[in-house]
C-alpha cells in the first residue's frame, strides 16, 4: 500500500449550461491507494489515524499490536505476519510475553502424531497467566472435558 498525495485544481464545465456557462472547482485532493479523499478527511491505517491536510497524510505513528494465531495441523501465522507449518511431534511455545517478574503470559501448543501418515495434530493448548507464585493455568484438550475456571481470578 502506498501513500501517494498531492494537490489537484482542476476546471469542469457544466455541460447541462449553455456553452457560454463555465463553472470552476478546485479540489484539495489526497491519494491513499485507489481513491482519492478531500481536505480534512480521516482513515485508519492499521492502529493508527491518518488526516489529509492540504493533500498530504498526516498519520500518528503508534506500534501496532501484532496478532498470531495456530489451526489445523501445526499450521502457525506469527505475529509479524510469516506463516510456518511446524510438523514435528513436540510442545511449541506459541507466544510470550512479560512485563516484570510476577505478571506475564505464555501460551504452548502440544502436537502429537495423528493418523498413518505422520502428520501431527495440536492436542493441547496452555495458556499461563501471572508469574513467581502467582500463575494460573488453562489447559485445553482435545477429547477431554473443559476445565473448571470458574476459581481462576483473572
Not at 27 to 40: C, E, F
Not at 45 to 57: I, L, R, T
Not at 76 to 92: H, K, L, Q
Request: charged share 20%; with cysteine; net charge negative.
Amino acid at each position: 500500500m502506498y501513500n501517494l498525495c498531492h494537490h489537484d485544481s482542476r476546471s469542469y464545465t457544466d455541460r447541462q449550461r449553455s456553452a457560454t456557462s463555465v463553472e470552476t472547482f478546485v479540489y484539495n485532493l489526497s491519494h491513499h491507494g485507489p481513491s482519492s479523499y478531500p481536505n480534512g478527511h480521516v482513515m485508519t491505517e492499521e492502529c493508527n489515524q491518518c488526516v489529509c491536510k492540504s493533500g498530504n497524510w498526516s498519520c500518528t505513528e503508534r506500534a501496532c499490536a501484532g496478532v498470531c494465531g495456530a489451526w489445523g495441523d501445526s499450521h502457525v501465522d506469527t505475529f509479524d505476519g510469516a506463516s510456518y507449518d511446524f510438523e514435528g511431534v513436540c510442545t511449541y511455545l506459541l507466544a510470550k510475553g512479560v512485563m516484570d517478574s510476577s505478571d506475564g503470559f505464555d501460551i504452548e501448543i502440544q502436537n502429537v502424531p495423528c493418523g498413518t501418515t505422520g502428520a501431527t495434530c495440536s492436542k493441547t493448548t496452555t495458556l499461563k497467566v501471572g508469574g513467581g507464585g502467582n500463575q494460573e493455568v488453562v489447559s485445553l484438550t482435545k477429547d477431554a472435558p473443559l476445565p473448571d475456571v470458574s476459581k481462576l481470578k483473572r
